[in-house]
């Protein structure tokens, strides 16, 4: 009958020999996620992410709105940069019939929604991807934020603002301001996702031509 590793000792102290049991690896090392392969997945959904914000904005600024724009002969609230006052939105009132406020407002709920939502969501994790310092990737992950709060926002205002024969002066200022908020978010985002790449690449340039150690 074999003997037991701990009576092979007893009887022969340091001289026995003991067979060595060796565990199978726990990790398989061919399904490892290595930090590479992780940001690299994370590229490919900030680029899926980056053409359907592209599309949706073309859908909604240069396609629908110009549609409506083309219908009424003035521009869409949406799409003035520089903001609007209790006239415009009276005179607009006037030459929009209750289909295409109607239209305008289904576009707000639904390209117009999902445009700032996909869009925030993918300056987020392209922040979150290339900007390793926690609190200056914060700041910039307040900017796409606040654009999306303010540009849903700025949706709803302007359905209020359109939706009265008789405008409020207090409405349209509402609207007004977060229209003119929602497009200074807007180029701000763009220029804190460019200093999210820069970021992300610096690093990256620095150890490539760092020296090996000796």
Known sequence: MAKTPAQRIKKHGSKAAVPQHHLPPVINPTTGRSPQKAR????????????AS????WY?????LDQLRDL????MPDSLVGGFDTSYVGELHAAMNDDARGQLNYVHKTAGTLFPLIFGFTWLLLIGTNVATKSLRWILW??????????????VAIDAALAAGTPDAGQVALASALTVAGWVLFVLSLLAGAAAVFLGKKPAAGSATAAPPQ
């Open 142 to 155: 307040a900017v796409p934020l606040l654009f999306v709060v303010v540009r849903l926002w700025g949706n």
């Open 60 to 64: 909604v600024h240069l396609l629908t």
């Open 72 to 75: 009424t002969g003035l521009a």
């Open 40 to 51: 690299n997945n994370s590229n490919l959904i900030v680029i899926a992410g980056v053409a």
């Open 54 to 57: 592209l599309f949706l904005f």
